[in-house]
């Protein structure tokens, strides 16, 4: 395949778009990117006209766009690509898949969950590369995942399988966004988290203001905000109930990861998002609970890893749809 | 493909042969078929001199046998089909495939855990026709399952996907048969249900002596052991704990037939075995259990179903890894 790959990435906070190289050696190679805020509130064509625009402004200069793959916020129709992000009330049903194909006409249009275009980019080029059977993760506001099993992406019947999010680790446990009582994604999700340990008389920012070192002598400190970041901030500078949250996401999550290991005979987990970036502190007790619930000898071999790609992920797995349609798009 | 399958199912408690049709119209039909009681404490060669014996009893007609599939207790080093059925430790390691392949050289052997091949059984000739992403579960002495997700038998890496009974339901609960704690096994088990009810007062066989039109009249009844199925019978005749039993397990299943729902974004979840026999007793509480546990959309229209297959279903599951490879065996 010669020519470029358009790749979108859909989100509550910002869209991005790129142009990813489809020749032998470079493919799957960023080569251009343009990124801009997702206007709040706008209304459905609003919404079409951001990324339309943004699509003009990357293809300023000639290109041969031989396909388009885009990652969105969920849930969506799919394979047909009609989108309601949660986040984005400005689109219900919104034939996103169809309006591309209009601008695009003869290229394959594929559109995916946003989550799974993340495990994609991780099980294609990030720390999932040479795994058959992986889970990747994404631990922020909310707790999603794609599933590769025997080498393939997995669809379900909705295109909804790697809802991670929704394993229950705690039953009778707190309430979640999606109605149920004790998701994994209700007690470990960032701002669920922060409420958590607010609850019980967390101060965000005291612990990194009164670290050795800082004190009085600093004359300035940034307003912390109660944010699964600050948490995991004042996790590391010692903070006793950011810790236990740290613990209580940690373990949660290894719950979660124990039924997906012994449900899937999985290989590897990888994880990413916000929350992911308090290493050891989050990965130390999810591997101690993966432990405790993976006691067969086939669930022993599996291992949970730090997600490798940085922002550039959602687009390379949107790319991905489509230069790997082999692996990643349904035959 | 003309001539017959031999298909192959072994257990703890018994041994079962069958020829199975594969031409066009008949394919799937089972033939003719022999059982035997399982050799107790039999070593590795008086349990392959039993299996061998009973596939001379079978192929006293001629017969053309284009392949041999297996099913067989777990676990095994997969594709190998070297087993260790946890029930016969005459087998360890013990290299079934090969010897199967020696005594039927040059057709295909395809050994695959037993619980496996019954969820394939059901998904290719059971409750699960039609289905493309479906758990195929057995609630027995073990709580086991297959998945077929995309319309393929997943494997996952070592064979082992489906192992649906060590999804936690009750952190911090019994310990299971496996080491961890809270498993779905280690609850809704028979032997861990009657074992519960037991120790809550289960008188067994008390309920179904003393049930109305019976009472006195009766002159004798066999005496009643404490298992799964003499608790499924006492709930039928109104017995108030095996009734609890029967809600405990049922809760607990729905909690891991949700996990898998989420996670694989399934359609169909099938369930065998013994204490599938409950009926509604079991279905209620399973079926109320998982709906409040599948909130989103897409998880809501997977519906719970009896498996549809009597006693030779391990049999027509085995033939499957032959008949239909195409689905239930890698390419």
Redesign the interface.
């Known amino acids: 395949m010669s020519g470029s790959v358009l790749a979108v990435d859909i989100g509550g906070t910002k869209f991005a778009v790129a142009l990813v190289g489809s020749e032998a050696g470079g493919e799957g190679e960023v080569l251009r990117t343009r990124r801009t805020a997702t206007p709040p509130g706008g209304d459905a064509q609003t919404l079409w006209r951001t990324l339309d625009s943004l699509i003009d402004a990357l293809l300023t200069e000639p290109a041969e766009v031989v396909g388009v793959g885009v990652g969105c916020g969920g849930?969506m129709n799919w394979p047909e690509g009609e989108v309601s992000p949660i986040n984005m009330p400005g689109w219900r049903d919104f034939p996103l898949r169809a309006r591309l194909a209009e601008r695009f006409p003869g290229v394959p249009v594929h559109v995916h969950n946003d989550a799974v275009c993340l495990a994609v980019a991780e099980h294609w080029r990030g720390a999932g590369r040479g795994s058959?059977?992986m889970l990747g993760m994404v631990v922020s506001t909310g707790v999603g995942g794609g599933?590769v099993?025997?080498g393939?992406l997995?669809?379900?019947?909705?295109?909804?399988?790697?809802?991670?999010g929704?394993?229950?680790?705690?039953?009778g446990g707190p309430v979640?966004g999606?109605?149920?009582?004790?998701?994994l994604e209700a007690v470990a999700r960032g701002p669920a988290l922060a409420a958590w340990a607010l609850g019980r008389g967390w101060q965000p920012g005291a612990a990194v203001r009164e670290a050795p070192g800082q004190g009085e002598a600093v004359p300035y400190v940034e307003a912390a905000t109660a944010s699964g970041r600050q948490l995991a901030l004042d996790a590391a500078a010692g903070d006793r109930l950011a810790l236990a949250a740290m613990e209580r996401a940690g373990r949660a999550l290894g719950?979660?990861v124990?039924?997906?290991v012994?449900?899937?005979?999985?290989?590897l987990v990888t994880v990413g998002g916000g929350l992911s970036q308090a290493g050891r502190l989050l990965f130390d007790p999810l591997e101690a609970a993966l432990g405790?619930?993976?006691?067969?000898?086939?669930?022993r071999?599996a291992r949970v890893v730090p997600a490798a790609l940085g922002q550039d992920a959602g687009l390379v797995g949107a790319a991905a749809l489509i230069l790997a349609a082999s692996h990643y798009w349904?035959r």
Chains 1, 2 share one sequence.
């Not at 999606?178 to 998701?183: E, H, N, P, S, Y």
């Not at 012994?262 to 290989?267: A, H």
């Open positions: 849930p058959a059977n599933l099993l025997d393939r997995i669809n379900g019947g909705s295109g909804n399988a790697g809802h991670v929704h394993v229950v680790v705690e039953p979640c999606c109605g149920a009582r004790g998701c719950l979660a124990a039924a997906a012994n449900l899937c005979d999985l290989d405790e619930h993976t006691r067969m000898g086939f669930a071999r349904p």
